[in-house]
């Protein structure tokens, strides 16, 4: 079994809603488990480990478990062969809101998890008329806020050794893409702006995560989410198949 802990937030959670699934679908047994605290930074992050603080909703393959636990906690529960962290979106595209936070976890977690891959997760820009209340650092522009993330988590993957997985550049390459050209009357890949939509969003996150783990190929991957609260929606075939493509892509192969 493939044991993955991300440390993150909300943007974990939409990344790690549908992994699981994927996984299964392949033959691939994998536990999924995300630590959630809303808005969740590296800062935070790294005060929580200080502190032993157990603060974070515990998620397992998706879904809530109700109940709080600490990193420590977490760390101890398995033999974890994938550990990911994250920046908070509002803060992705400031380098100096990394460190010493993003270097001192991945000591941390080296040391703890010798057998562990720590990885990066690349968040992504908002939408372009996001009311997100922080999007004004970036002048309330998509392309500036994607420029200064992707620049600022590969300038931090490379400084600390972390593998990064692409996930802000590929939502990018999908929004340029039909039906996902927004600006022009398409859907969005949001569902409020800055989270990641039920469906075809959280979908494109976990091929990325699941390529980016395994290596494996996503063009057979027969897996046909279902999004909870998108009453009607159905996925298209010709649209799983595109973000497939696209997500098999950015990541070429397991990091």
Known sequence: MICVLAIGNSFSQDATHFLHQMAASDNVAMKVVNLYIGGCSLEQHWHNICT???EYLYELNGQSQERYVSVDEALREEKWD?????????????PDTY??????????LR???????VLLQETWAYETDSTHSKFVRYRNDQREMYERLSRAYKEAAG??????????DMIQTLRAREPFQYEAGGMSLCRDGFHMSYLYGRYALA???Y?????NSLRDNGYVPEAENAAGEAAKP???ELIRLVAQEAVPGAL
Do not use: K, N
């Open 111 to 117: 040391e703890r998890c010798p057998g562990a891959r």
């Open 99 to 108: 460190e010493p936070f993003l270097s001192s976890m991945a000591g941390y």
């Open 207 to 209: 091929a990325a995560w």
């Open 238 to 240: 010709e649209v799983l």
């Open 52 to 54: 032993d603080a157990a």
């Open 82 to 94: 994938f550990i990911v962290t994250q920046q908070a979106s509002h803060d992705s595209g400031w």
């Open 159 to 168: 400084r600390v050794g972390l593998p990064l997985i692409p996930c802000g």
């Open 211 to 215: 390529r980016a783990m395994t290596g």
